[in-house]
């Protein structure tokens, strides 16, 4: 059975602050690792990690994948109030054909609160 | 592009009855994935349709089914309400054809269940 588990559970940080959060996973015929920032609304996408040692970044945010040692962590510079929210981890397995199976199995989910 | 869009946004049944959710997804996207959230289990997996067949279903009982129509809109339907069926209710969209491509949720459908 596919597995994420995310680290810390919940984390309180100052604004300007740099924040580690960690996926670790385990799935069988793994095709992608993705990063989502879920507010009180439905997740939004941030990353799609599919190769190990290539750092995705987007402004404040960047993530790095090791396929070696099952796990990714997510990266925020200088955080600001509005980065609070629950970031999700999950694995998505490849199917037969190489393809998405876009069954995504998510991580319980690290909730960051940045305070000024 | 508009976003996935998922109806209703809220809903409140009663034991025992039964509930029908809808998704349409982005234009062009023909994976249609659903998906339940509660704060003690996180995100689970329902199932996933592409092109009207269901390809993956999760861990759910069977009073957990679903479908999709020829535009790719997809409904979902729980039968004989529990209380713990109440949920965030999340459908997601993708194109299988896209490399790269990840799933783009819609703002979900909270279910109460008394």
């Known amino acids: 059975e596919d597995k994420v588990v995310q680290s810390p559970l919940s984390l309180v940080v100052h604004e300007g602050d740099t924040v580690t959060l960690n996926c670790s996973y385990e799935?069988?015929?793994?095709?992608?690792l993705l990063w989502y920032k879920q507010e009180k609304k439905a997740p939004t996408f941030l990353f799609m990690l599919t190769s190990s040692g290539i750092e995705k970044k987007s402004g404040r945010l960047s993530s790095i994948l090791d396929k070696k040692e099952l796990f990714s962590i997510l990266n925020i510079t200088a955080t600001q109030t509005g980065d609070s929210a629950v970031y999700l981890c999950a694995v998505e397995p490849s199917a037969y054909s190489g393809a998405g199976s876009y069954q995504l199995t998510f991580g319980k989910g690290t909730k960051l609160s940045v305070i000024p | 592009k508009a976003g996935v869009t998922q109806t209703p946004r809220y809903l409140i049944k009663t034991r025992g009855q039964q509930v029908t959710l809808s998704c349409s997804p982005i234009s062009g996207h023909r994976s249609v994935s659903w998906y339940q959230q509660t704060p003690g289990q996180g995100l689970q997996f329902l199932f996933e349709?592409?092109?009207?067949?269901?390809?993956n279903k999760g861990n759910f009982p069977g009073r957990f089914s679903g479908r999709q129509f020829s535009n790719s809109r997809s409904e979902m339907n729980v039968s004989t309400l529990e209380l713990g069926d109440s949920a965030l209710y999340l459908c997601?969209?993708?194109?299988?054809?896209?490399?790269?491509?990840?799933?783009?949720f819609g703002p979900g459908t909270r279910l109460l269940v008394l």
């Open positions: 997601a969209s993708s194109n299988p054809a896209g490399l790269q491509e990840t799933q783009y």
């Open positions: 349709y592409f092109s009207e067949t269901q390809r």
């Open positions: 799935v069988t015929n793994f095709r992608s």
